[in-house]
């Protein structure tokens, strides 16, 4: 979690994102971010990209049924996350905001 | 909290299997009890199966008619099966007279001759056998002495029971 000293999280929004066998938007740019949980809760491997479109076998492999990704104040990213899977599959989201 | 890709063991699978393996063992256990349920009814037979026994003497004639085996108060069914008389010691000239008996019913006439067999001189093969029946209320074998010099003769008799 980064530091409330440092990144108060004024808001958070909590939800899911269908992940499909196409590139999919799992959370869009948001330059208000200060931190962000990606949590696979399906089936299926969803393959992760920052920024350009999801590929299978490239990018960030999250595991089914409970692998997740993390941004935080070390490795904060502003841009766009987009996911891909064979299968369709749940993946939920907890995104702070700073405002 | 770590940030970055985090991915914990899926134990989706293991735990499917477990399910699995849980469901089996109930088939198992099941199959296991079948199997006692046979041995406890084979081991039922078993115990109920006649035991093979043996018992014997040696009987001195006396000129009278005397018992070799007799059991004339059976508990239940048995099954003698035959009598054997060791007649080394019976010479030319002297007469042994073998009869078997039978009960066959309960408080009635008692035993009843079923077979005479006389046997006089020199005896050979020196070992005779009296071959016996399943009975319930009694049987008995004697020997008499009827001509010659009284001798012993060694005997052994074998039942089921």
Same mark, same amino acid.
């Given at each position: 979690m980064p530091d409330p000293r440092i990144f108060p999280i004024v808001s958070a929004e909590n939800d899911y994102v269908t992940v499909t066998a196409v590139s999919t938007v799992v959370r869009p740019a948001n330059h208000h971010r200060a931190d962000l949980e990606l949590v696979n809760d399906g089936d299926n491997v969803i393959y992760l990209s920052r920024g350009d479109e999801a590929v299978i076998g490239e990018g960030m492999r999250i595991n089914p049924n409970g692998g997740s990704y993390r941004i935080g104040t070390n490795n904060m990213y502003y841009g766009a996350i987009n996911g891909i899977s064979e299968g369709l599959t749940n993946m939920s989201f907890s995104e702070g905001s700073l405002s | 909290m770590s940030e970055g890709v985090r991915n914990p063991t899926d134990l989706s699978d293991v735990e499917d299997q477990l399910d699995d393996i849980e469901a089996a063992l109930v088939v198992i256990d099941d199959e296991i009890e079948d199997v006692q349920d046979d041995v406890t009814d084979i081991l039922a037979v078993t115990n109920a199966l006649p035991t093979l026994s043996e018992t014997g003497g040696t009987l001195t004639t006396d000129g009278t008619e005397q018992n $070799?085996?007799? +059991? /004339? +108060?059976?508990l239940g069914v048995f099954n003698p099966i035959c009598v054997k008389i060791n007649c080394t010691a019976h010479t030319a000239g002297e007469t042994i007279v073998i009869r078997e008996y039978a009960d066959v /019913? #309960? !408080? !009635? /006439?008692g035993l009843l001759l079923v077979d005479t067999l006389t046997y006089a001189g020199v005896?050979? #093969? $020196?070992i005779i056998i009296i071959e016996l029946t399943p009975n319930r209320y009694g049987v008995a074998v004697t020997i008499e002495k009827t001509a010659g010099t009284n001798r012993a003769y060694p005997w052994e008799v074998f039942y089921e029971i």
């Open positions: - | $070799v085996y007799l +059991n /004339a +108060n059976p /019913a #309960p !408080g !009635g /006439a005896i050979s #093969p $020196v």
